[in-house]
């Protein structure tokens, strides 16, 4: 049988009178009496049989068991307050405008799209491959997933995913031209997704920056690098998060035990005005949500993603072995996966 919760409103007086540090200000903001206020914790105490508050001073103090009760209630209330807000909440419905880097957008967004339109067949959503935070300022663009610093002034920006390189090629080239050792890399064709600093950071880490570089070819962003990859044609470095699923399907194989960390990473973000918009909320909460359901651990490295995908703890055939003594650069130089 469930444990008898304590009385709402003693709880709800609890909370307020802890956040805001004094009985009187918690009576003001719950618009009751200073004498109601302190009868309601009274009964609180009473009916947990312990005391909640330090008395004494200008300022309440919490005594150890009021700090263990009040993360809890705060939560509870918070929780009740955001569902009564989304149930007041006009119906979702209308159009949507999304501007998304370009290998998030086509290797992770597009394949759970539908996991929204589903939930929202209301919205209608425009998609717009970008990583330009130009869009930002623009009024056709309601929210950007971007990948960079972070750092847009007047906007509304949350960290949606750190990631880690690491070189992906597939397993039909790896079948016909292994590679044994980093420097089999000189008998491949390197694919980059930026100006070639993402390469050069991986190969410091593996002792292996003087390694002959044979063809490389330059593409305009990492969503192109990973699908000629994919067609055989070279090796790529992909990420924690696009490549994730391609390496688990058996369609992407990670041929070295290394990662290193890129310097960005993606956020979410959108103009202000923008942020409390039921269209925008629902899917920025989706984004969000869908991370975690679809990548929980996304710090995971490839290796590991390997490892879960096969059921084996040994090193994947293909692997080669790097030096320990530089499993990470010590300064990684700025990348761009857009």
């Keep these: 049988m469930a444990s008898r919760l304590p009385p709402l409103n003693p709880l709800r007086a609890f909370e307020a009178t802890a956040?805001?540090?004094?009985?009187?200000?918690?009576?003001?903001?719950?618009?009751?009496?200073?004498?109601a206020v302190s009868h309601q914790i009274r009964a609180l105490e009473e009916s947990l049989g312990t005391a909640l508050?330090?008395?004494?001073?200008?300022?309440l103090k919490l005594t150890p068991q009021g700090a263990l009760l009040l993360p809890a209630v705060t939560n509870a209330f918070?929780?009740?307050?955001?569902?009564?807000?989304?149930m007041k909440q006009p119906e979702t419905r209308g159009d949507l405008t999304v501007t998304?880097?370009?290998?998030?957008?086509?290797?992770?967004?597009?394949?759970?799209?539908?996991?929204?339109?589903?939930?929202?067949?209301?919205?209608?959503?425009?998609?717009?491959?970008?990583?330009d935070p130009d869009n930002?300022?623009?009024?056709?663009?309601?929210?950007?997933?971007?990948?960079?610093?972070?750092?847009?002034?007047?906007?509304?920006?949350?960290?949606w995913s750190h990631l880690k390189l690491f070189p992906v090629a597939s397993p039909t080239l790896l079948n016909s031209r292994p590679l044994r050792s980093v420097r089999d890399l000189s008998d491949h064709t390197l694919f980059h997704g930026d100006d070639g600093r993402e390469w050069?950071?991986?190969?410091?880490?593996?002792d292996a920056i003087d390694v002959v570089r044979g063809r490389q070819h330059f593409m305009s962003d990492a969503r192109l690098s990973t699908e000629a990859a994919?067609?055989?044609?070279?090796?790529?470095?992909?990420?924690?998060?696009?490549?994730?699923?391609?390496?688990?399907?058996?369609?992407?194989?990670?041929?070295?035990?290394?990662?290193?960390?890129?310097?960005?990473?993606?956020?979410?973000?959108?103009?202000?005005?923008?942020r409390q918009a039921p269209i925008a909320k629902v899917f920025i909460d989706w984004l969000f949500a869908s991370l975690e359901e679809s990548l929980p651990e996304p710090q995971t490295s490839a290796r590991m993603i390997l490892?879960?995908?096969?059921?084996?703890?040994?090193?994947?055939?293909?692997?080669?072995a790097i030096p320990a003594k530089r499993r990470t650069p010590s300064n990684p130089q700025r990348k761009t996966r857009a």
Excluded: M
């Design 78 to 86: 918070g929780e009740i307050a955001a569902a009564t807000a989304l």
């Design 136 to 159: 930002l300022r623009s009024l056709d663009t309601d929210v950007s997933v971007l990948y960079g610093d972070g750092n847009w002034p007047d906007c509304w920006t949350r960290l």
């Design 53 to 59: 508050f330090e008395r004494g001073g200008k300022r």
């Design 200 to 206: 050069n950071t991986w190969l410091a880490a593996a």
């Design 230 to 274: 994919l067609h055989g044609q070279g090796v790529a470095l992909g990420d924690t998060i696009t490549a994730s699923h391609l390496i688990a399907r058996g369609e992407l194989v990670v041929p070295f035990d290394l990662t290193v960390p890129a310097n960005d990473a993606f956020y979410v973000a959108c103009r202000q005005s923008v």
């Design 307 to 320: 490892r879960s995908r096969s059921g084996r703890t040994g090193e994947n055939h293909h692997s080669a």
């Design 100 to 131: 998304c880097v370009p290998a998030l957008l086509s290797l992770w967004l597009i394949p759970r799209l539908n996991t929204f339109t589903d939930q929202f067949p209301g919205v209608r959503v425009t998609l717009i491959a970008s990583n």
């Design 19 to 35: 956040r805001r540090g004094a009985v009187s200000a918690a009576a003001r903001e719950l618009n009751v009496t200073h004498g």
